[in-house]
């Protein structure tokens, strides 16, 4: 499967630290994405980086990509109460089709 | 644009009946998506379609699912007929090439 994971699977905070999730896949990859779900509604597009990219930065969130290892990371710095969600990454596949493979997600919870 | 579109937002039938999901996609965007997501296997993409034809549906776990997309602008996903295991959140999504996906905000489907 080419599926990511994310972990930890679950990550509890204080309002103001920061938030560090990780993903691991599997493939050759063309970007890696970056999505979040509140509880009960769809994913929310956060960030995309292309494989040939190695960090990106979107307001509060930082992304950084290491093909070598088949890893990524999100950064949220000074998270706030309205970051709690869960975060997922998805993948597409070099020289595959035009879907996405999704991560098992983070869910994050921000103590205010 | 008013997002991915999706209907209705719940659904409760007994195991048997016909189910049909709607989505109506963002205006522009060529691939369409449909996804189920539960506690125990996360989201799956069951098919997705590129300029309205099925492109990959190998996801679609048995002849019970079938999707169709007669227009640009509207898909369908059928469950017929229904099982108590079917009970997820289907989530319709839409993308311009691979510039992040649009999630619509998902239909819970429950079948008792």
């Known amino acids: 499967s080419q599926q990511g994971e994310e972990d930890p699977q679950a990550l509890s905070i204080q309002e103001g630290e920061n938030a560090t999730m990780n993903c691991s896949y599997k493939t050759s990859i063309n970007n890696l994405q970056w999505y979040r779900q509140n509880s009960g509604r769809g994913l929310v597009h956060l960030i995309l980086?292309?494989?040939?990219?190695r960090e990106k930065h979107s307001g509060r969130l930082r992304v950084t990509l290491d093909t070598s290892k088949k890893s990524s990371s999100l950064l949220i710095t000074a998270s706030r109460a309205a970051d709690t969600a869960s975060y997922f990454c998805a993948t597409d596949s070099v020289g595959g089709a035009n879907n996405l493979f999704f991560g098992t997600g983070t869910r994050l919870t921000v103590i205010p | 644009d008013a997002g991915v579109i999706q209907s209705p937002r719940h659904e409760v039938t007994e195991m048997g009946q016909e189910v049909t999901l709607r989505c109506k996609p963002i205006s522009g965007h060529n691939s369409l998506f449909w996804y189920r997501q539960t506690m125990m296997r996360g989201l799956e993409l069951l098919i997705y379609f590129n300029n309205n034809v099925p492109i990959d549906d190998s996801g679609m776990p048995e002849d019970r699912f079938s999707a169709k997309m007669p227009n640009a602008s509207f898909s369908t996903l059928k469950i017929q007929p229904s099982e108590p295991r079917d009970s997820a959140v289907y989530f319709c999504a839409s993308s311009h090439r691979q510039y992040g996906y649009t999630f619509g905000s998902g239909t819970r489907l429950t079948v008792v």
């Open positions: 980086i292309r494989s040939n990219e």
